[in-house]
């Protein structure tokens, strides 16, 4: 289903899903989906409304069980059960709703939940520079102050901030949901950029969007659903942009895709 | 993609590396910019404690001229300190419970049941009173469970559980003194608290103490921030905050050292022991609010609980431990108040208790929409509530006023700090 067109992939997928199906009551959302996501890469994740992304994401981060298939996290075979586990695991996901609080600063929105601390005080020296460290690595360089209250900063800092806080945790595999959703053209510009320093720094990315230009400027990967099934996983430089949004919507274009007998299939 | 090329992230270095960005954290050492963004923020409509201190002396300024003789003396001023420790006691433990954006409408009742479980056990089973105080204490801790499990657990809205608990609670007060009647609270251990004072000499030396102790900390904290280069304000608007409390301090020492006795040959001076306990429960509640996992938990559930529970904060325990926090100096501030009146009525907790410590602690900025505020609100805004009641007590008006009088704050307070939220909301602050 998910053949490479370009150049063939070598190494350990930090994560792959085999033949996952997932339903709600009598509802299949997810249909054998294979998925294959690999370090230093952006693989882009679309589909369009209802294709079952966020179900996918869901599974990944352990909110959803799975119904049947198998997930691999750097060739181990693994259930994720809760959000912990995928925590643990090194899978942070960053939410559409960012998950931020207003009334705190952007080291302790960082650290939130799991606190440096020295006996029972918390050390706020060495979560500030931990988490100045992890924003420089990153080359941010919009903000004003980290210790400024997250009410006061913009969307694309926000968005910043919540994928900082992301990578802070050693995390392997950091998924994206439509980060650049609600922002301006210089906004989206720097949280593209920063996911590019996210693959660049080692970290699997999976970035979900709907947008063409921003999933062809950053992605290595596309990874396109189509009414629940993986229509293709393929390198990025072996489609055009028009292919894409033919697997969007129809599910195929041309050799790639799901089989025209599928398609018919899925479509009665 | 080979394994050599998933760069660990410390190697990842920008080439370069010339750190931009954060300049607000090094520039910050002058004071001209300080001064900038302390008017940002009040001008962004965080407030802070500036409505309260404003309240203060505008309060204290407008009693001292209308009753000259009276208002501003030692005897007044001791008294007030009095007056205000129950409200403040109370009000600290409302902070926890406004700041997740939850209300105790039975937070008075709650330290009228506690003060009648201690006044019922030192008058009729004859305890000694650190079992009394004991008893009361356990009694608000046990309180607290109850209440925050009915909004945790159960889900119901804090206002309704609170409201029916205020009703609930007054009947159990009612039925352990009986129609009628009021309970003594004779201990000279307890009513201490109330009629005696630290020696004059003590007292200065806790005043050079807490002096010392606030300006080492503050200055060690300034010189760590500074040398390991994070966030620091200017030297100088440190030693200003040094400056200030020792200078409160000071006067506070000072004024309580002098003889207040009505009589000549008599000497009655020193610091009337409400003021250390309130220093003490304000300093130790700071800590826990700013220092700890658990403070800073509180305010990320009051300020978005759903950001807090995918933290994998336990929301649930956050909520019923503010209500146990609230419930616990609801009794502390029971005790006191009994002490003061040296009994407990039926009514004791009921009235405008309550209205009192949810004012003080929204004049001193804490928000009632959660996720804003500190412990040193309530004794500010405790400060200010007490000297409306005392001066109006004073000036001898009509009960009927004062009642209109102190609810017309309460509004205001309210409504400065929705106005001062629809302005942060404008601003982004």
Not at chain 1, 155 to 167: D, M, S
Not at chain 1, 181 to 198: F, M, S
Not at chain 1, 238 to 264: H, K, M, W, Y
Request: aromatic letters at 6%.
């Amino acid at each position: 289903m998910s053949e490479s067109t370009g150049r063939p992939e070598d190494g350990t997928p930090t994560l792959e899903l085999r033949g996952v199906d997932k339903s709600f009551g009598v509802v299949q959302v997810l249909h054998g989906v294979s998925m294959k996501v690999y370090p230093g890469q952006v693989t882009a994740l679309v589909g369009d409304n209802g294709a079952g992304k966020s179900t996918l994401i869901k599974s990944i981060a352990g909110i959803h069980g799975i119904d049947a298939g198998e997930v691999l996290f750097e060739g181990r075979p693994v259930s994720i059960s809760g959000p912990r586990e995928a925590a643990a695991l090194g899978i942070e996901i960053v939410y559409q709703d960012l998950a931020l609080a207003d009334n705190l600063d952007v080291v302790q929105n960082m650290f939130l939940g799991r606190e440096r601390k020295n006996g029972f005080v918390l050390d706020e020296v060495s979560m500030e520079q931990a988490a100045r460290d992890t924003l420089s690595k990153l080359s941010v360089r919009t903000l004003r102050s980290v210790r400024q209250l997250v009410s006061s900063l913009s969307g694309g800092q926000r968005q910043t901030v919540a994928i900082a806080k992301a990578v802070l945790w050693e995390s392997k595999l950091v998924v994206l949901d439509e980060p650049t959703a609600a922002l301006g053209v210089a906004q989206t510009r720097q949280v593209l950029d920063l996911v590019r320093r996210l693959a660049d720094t080692g970290h699997a990315v999976i970035f979900i969007s709907h947008n063409m230009v921003d999933v062809f400027e950053v992605a290595d990967r596309v990874a396109t659903l189509y009414l629940g099934r993986m229509a293709a996983d393929i390198p990025i430089s072996g489609v055009s942009r028009s292919q894409v949004v033919e697997l969007i919507t129809a599910g195929r274009s041309g050799s790639i895709g799901i089989a025209p007998a599928d398609v018919a299939a899925v479509e009665v | 993609m080979s394994s050599d090329t998933v760069a660990p992230a410390t190697s990842a270095q920008e080439p370069g590396g010339a750190p931009s960005g954060f300049e607000d954290d090094r520039s910050a050492d002058s004071l001209g910019a300080s001064v900038r963004a302390y008017v940002d923020r009040v001008r962004g409509g965080d407030l802070g404690a500036l409505p309260a201190v404003l309240g203060i002396l505008v309060l204290g300024l407008l009693f001292f001229a209308l009753r000259p003789e009276t208002f501003l003396t030692p005897r007044n001023m001791a008294n007030l300190a009095d007056q205000a420790a129950p409200i403040i006691i109370l009000a600290m433990g409302l902070v926890f419970v406004l700041l997740l954006g939850e209300i105790d409408l039975s937070a008075g009742v709650v330290s009228g049941v506690c003060a009648a479980v201690m006044a019922k056990l030192l008058a009729d089973a004859g305890s000694p009173w650190y079992v009394a105080v004991a008893a009361a204490i356990v009694t608000g801790v046990l309180i607290g469970l109850f209440t925050g499990s009915l909004v945790g657990l159960v889900g119901i809205p804090s206002f309704v559980v609170t409201l029916a608990l205020f009703l609930g609670w007054q009947g159990f007060t009612l039925r352990l003194i009986g129609e009628g009647g009021t309970v003594p609270v004779r201990d000279p251990v307890i009513s201490a608290l109330s009629d005696k004072n630290l020696p004059v000499v003590l007292g200065w030396v806790l005043a050079v103490l807490v002096i010392a102790l606030y300006a080492v900390l503050q200055l060690r904290r300034w010189s760590t921030q500074r040398s390991k280069g994070l966030a620091h304000q200017p030297l100088t608007v440190v030693l200003i905050r040094v400056g200030v409390i020792a200078l409160v301090v000071v006067l506070v020492t000072a004024v309580m050292s002098v003889d207040r006795a009505p009589a000549p040959g008599v000497v009655l001076a020193g610091i009337p022991y409400a003021i250390p306990l309130v220093v003490l429960l304000l300093l130790a509640l700071t800590f826990l609010l700013g220092r700890t996992g658990f403070g800073r938990h509180v305010y990320a559930v009051g300020g978005n609980a759903e950001a807090a529970r995918r933290a994998g904060i336990d929301v649930t325990r956050i909520r019923v431990a503010v209500f146990v926090i609230g419930s616990t100096l609801a009794a502390v501030s029971g005790i006191v108040a009994a002490a003061r009146l040296g009994s407990v009525a039926p009514g004791s907790g009921g009235g405008n208790a309550l209205l009192y410590a949810v004012g003080a602690a929204v004049i001193g900025g804490t928000s009632l929409f959660g996720g804003r505020g500190r412990v040193r609100d309530a004794v500010l805004g405790g400060l200010v509530v007490a000297i409306i009641a005392n001066g109006l007590g004073l000036l001898g008006t009509e009960a009927y006023l004062n009642f209109i009088i102190t609810g017309g704050v309460l509004l205001l307070a309210a409504s400065v700090d929705a106005l001062a939220r629809r302005r942060a909301a404008a601003t982004g602050h």
